[in-house]
């Protein structure tokens, strides 16, 4: 018998789930040891069916829905329901055996029993800066594989499955807390949900989740019907610090009725960490279609439903074994702009220029005088696109990242680095009607001879403005100002004293530049701020 639920309960219970993944990530940030966890806040958390579809995912990282939309069902190949206990947990991060999108995200999952049956999954993931200074020629070099796997049976730890992963990593004393953290987190998800059901019932818990999944479903669809059909083409540039050569990535975004299809063009599968597995590729098309169609759209699993997705296997946008998935996050931001800009020709006054289409990333290791290891890792804000009608955000995270930075006290107090500068990258921006947001300048000192390892792109190439709007300013990295110093490998060892620089790309402009008001440009002279040079 179908069951019908009053909006208000579904309403209640939709917000009950928010509020669950909510407290999971702060439980999941306050309880860990790591600077990129507890300060960067590089984590995500949701709950997922029975099945493991996404009932819902807090607002962290965009990146990090890859990490879940396959483990369940991957979890569940090998380990039947029937073969399930309370205090059960599960640890994995392959992408092509576990689910997940890169090595470094440590997926980590506990079912939820509610009168003795399967309910559903708290689960989460987190960033372990650890797996510092490795090749990228192909998976086996970036870390330690693993498939979902029972860390925890029946609520006894299997101290055996432990050992293993520990001894695997750099800074294990890290990796054992954070690890920690993330299963109080998944408990605390577990009890949540058990108390929700409780108050309401397991079927109208059950009934609300299906409920909101096709509200999504819906609204997703409702907001595509309202765009004109047809297909639109948008190509971009794709460069980065591992690559001599440019490669050429493209969409075709087609729309008819109520559904939107994607179809990817790009070069094939490279020897470095770019890659970027099709779970990731999923994540990334999500994020995208979902903030120029529809922002309030509900984060679960029926947003995905009126979208199709094909890439070629065995290309840089659905790379298959053994590629090497590392860096998979740079080609993803490119895959925005390449949707964005398809979406543009469709609607555009709702999609902002490019923004800067980088992560850059320094990830530093050394040596502590007493032999101890010790992995920094940092992913620094760049500019944002301007908008039809404001200006962009300087100094952000976009797009499929969502990381805070390292607080200088934090940093310091930690490594043994210094910063010397950050600032704003000022004539990042690109000129317009309205200016593009500005990247940024961060200036490290090394006080210790240590290793730096680099990810970046729009190194040469440059974010493109819309409506006459100019292009953003490239990014860059250097040490003792030498640009070259970091060869196609991305890293470069640093002596004590050296000075390592980044500078990360800004967003393009929108608008003929005629159009900017003598007023704002008045306001830009006195702050000293500059627009990029065309």
Known sequence: MTRTLNPVTVEVIGSAFSSAVDEMGEALVRASHSTNIKERRDCSTALCTAGGEILCQAEHIPMHLGSFLQFVPRLLEAYPAEDLRPGDVFIGNDPYAGGGTHLPDIVMAEPIFVEGALFGWAINTA??????????????QEGLRIPPIRLQRDGVRQPEVMRLFLLNCQVPDERLSDLRAQMAANRLGVLRMQELCARFGVETVQAAGEDLMAYAERKMRAGIA????????????????????????????????????????????VRAGLNVIYTALQATVYYAVKSVVDPTILPNAGLARPLSITAQPGTLLNCVHPAAVDGRISACQRVVDLIHGALAQVVPDRVSAAACGSVHVASFSGTRPDGGLWVYLETIAGGSGARPDKDGLDAVQVHMTNTSNLPLEALEAEYPITLMAYEFAEDSGGDGTWLGGMGVRRVYRADADCRVQIMGARLTSRAWGLDGGGPGASGAFRINGDPQAIDLSGSADLAAGDIFEVITPGGGGHGDPAGRSAGLRDADARSGRKAARA
């Open 127 to 140: 960033h372990h800066s650890d797996f510092a200074d490795r090749g990228h020629a192909h998976v086996y």
């Open 226 to 269: 309202a765009l004109p059909d047809g297909s639109w083409t948008f190509s971009d540039i794709f460069e980065t610090e591992s690559q001599a050569e440019h490669m050429t990535l493209s969409v075709t975004l087609t729309i008819r009725g109520e559904d939107m299809a994607l179809s990817f063009d790009s070069p094939p599968q």
